[in-house]
């Protein structure tokens, strides 16, 4: 059974760091994985999606990793900003019949000015 | 826009009482899904739908119902049965094939 986790479950920093989230599965057989923001009381934004065959994806501050080998993504965020300040979750794919998303439980990011 | 509308944001329920939620996509997506976020958990899988008419129980199916009348209308009805209905609901669709998700803003449901 797929089995998504990540790390750190929250995370404070002041604004300019650099930032890096993880995220783990347990199950290296998926088709793509994908990383949403979550604002307080919201829906999901979709940031970025990489393929299995991709080993990443970029977009302005945003990079995502893939290795699917090892079973770990990584969420890269430069020059952090307080407005980046949200829940981060990743989700995968699993194979099978339909495009069903596991979800981590999430990463709750806070910059502070 | 193109985009998922679910309605209505917040919902109370009473004891005993059996509710709706609306989901409506404009995007052309021939799968919807439903999802149940509880405080610091992952999305948990409810139900989801491929084709008109068609639907698959998820991992968290008990005490739900759906409907896929039309290809842009997936609505939820939280029963009776469902003994902790108290939740965040999101909806979502995708395009056929393994392909990026689109979701809604979600309802929140209560139970007073």
Known sequence: KQEV?????AL???EGEN?????SFTD???YNLQWFRQDPGKGLTSLLLIQSSQREQTSGRLNAS????????????AASQPGDSATYLCAVT?????NKLIFGAGTRLAVHP | DGGITQSPKYLFRKEGQNVTLSCEQNLN??????????PGQGLRLIYYSQIVNDFQKGDIAEGYSVSREKKESFPLTV??????PTAFYLCASSPQGVRGYTFGSGTRLTVV
């Not at chain 1, 699993?94 to 339909?98: E, K, P, R, V």
Request: charged fraction near 15%; hydrophobic fraction near 30%; charge should be positive.
């Open chain 1, 5 to 9: 986790t990540q790390i750190p479950a």
């Open chain 1, 12 to 14: 404070s920093v002041p």
């Open chain 1, 19 to 23: 930032l890096v989230l993880n995220c």
């Open chain 1, 28 to 30: 290296s057989a998926i």
């Open chain 1, 66 to 77: 893939l290795d699917k080998s090892s079973g770990r993504s990584t969420l890269y965020i």
């Open chain 1, 94 to 98: 699993t194979s099978g019949g339909y």
């Open chain 2, 29 to 38: 997506h021939d799968a919807m899904y439903w999802y149940r976020q509880d």
């Open chain 2, 79 to 84: 029963t009776s049965a469902q003994k902790n």
